[in-house]
């Protein structure tokens, strides 16, 4: 019996989240609401005291909209825990989502420490949107656990979760990993080799490039653009509203990250992006990017 087959046996129950960012204190909250015990951590101390606050606020306004009862929501806040401490964290973790800052550093130095201290059933994930997980496993001594589980902002409300293995993870773990995102609610899409910006993000690449193409070529304008993939596409943004709500530094970024892996020029960020950047129109953050918004 592997190690991981050890933790399918054992049930996942205690979580550990790494990095309390936009990313991974929505993604403790869906493992709290389903039940677990979440132990989110970060190097920052603001960053958990902004996590907490926020989450706390996102379950008052689930609260107000019927989404949720007072007391559920009330529940799976008590089943989170904030903490600086990554050794204690790690060392009754069952399951570990990373989901820190994107640099391949920061991420090794993390799973080397994680692989020190979380106990040897555990599974290690990364929730990277642009690092294959063979870049963190080769650090562990447990490669065979370690997958990519990666979530799409905002995390509580979207469904779909990618898990992308690489040659060395298990199938023992791809199966427990599988499980796991179906028990949270989720809808788990089994990637079979680590590709560069994974299924769904290749697939929004292409919108996004072909949007900004229309526009560059004056054949319609964002508002249009955006209504014909809402209304004709049945998407629920368009492509410019999501690059606003994703950010438009974090676009760039993931088409540099990719272009790295591939060299391929077509991955690099599309011209009118890039000057949207260095314009310092950041999307939804800065009030300002393909639209206005208000602060
Ligand atoms: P973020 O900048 O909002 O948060 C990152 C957090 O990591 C910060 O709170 C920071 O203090 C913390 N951190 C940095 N170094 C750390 C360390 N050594 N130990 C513990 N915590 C540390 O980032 P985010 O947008 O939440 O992205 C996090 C991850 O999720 C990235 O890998 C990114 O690729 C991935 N992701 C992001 C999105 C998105 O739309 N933002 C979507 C899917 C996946």
Known sequence: MSAAEGANQREIERVLVVGAGAMGSQIAMVFALAGHHVTIQDIAESGLTTARKQLEERMDTAVAKGRTSASAAQEALSRLSFTTDLGNAASAADFVIEAATERLE????????LD??????????????????SK????????EQVCNVHFFNPALVMKC????RHPQTSQATVDIVM???RKIGKQPVLINKEIPGFV????????RDEALNLLGAGIASTEDID?????????PMGPFELMDLVGIDINCMIAEATYAETTDPADLPHPMLRE????GNLGRKSGKGWYTYER
């Open 106 to 113: 920061i991420k090794q130095q993390i799973f080397a420490d």
């Open 116 to 133: 020190r201290f979380a106990p040897p059933h555990a599974i290690l994930a990364t929730n990277s949107s642009t690092l294959g997980s």
């Open 136 to 143: 963190v496993a080769k650090v562990t001594h447990r490669p």
């Open 161 to 164: 979760v990618e898990v992308v």
């Open 179 to 181: 499980e796991l995102v």
């Open 200 to 207: 769904a993000n290749r697939l929004m690449g292409v919108l």
């Open 227 to 235: 209504t014909a993939a809402k209304t004709a596409l049945g998407h």
């Open 276 to 279: 949207m950047h260095q314009a």
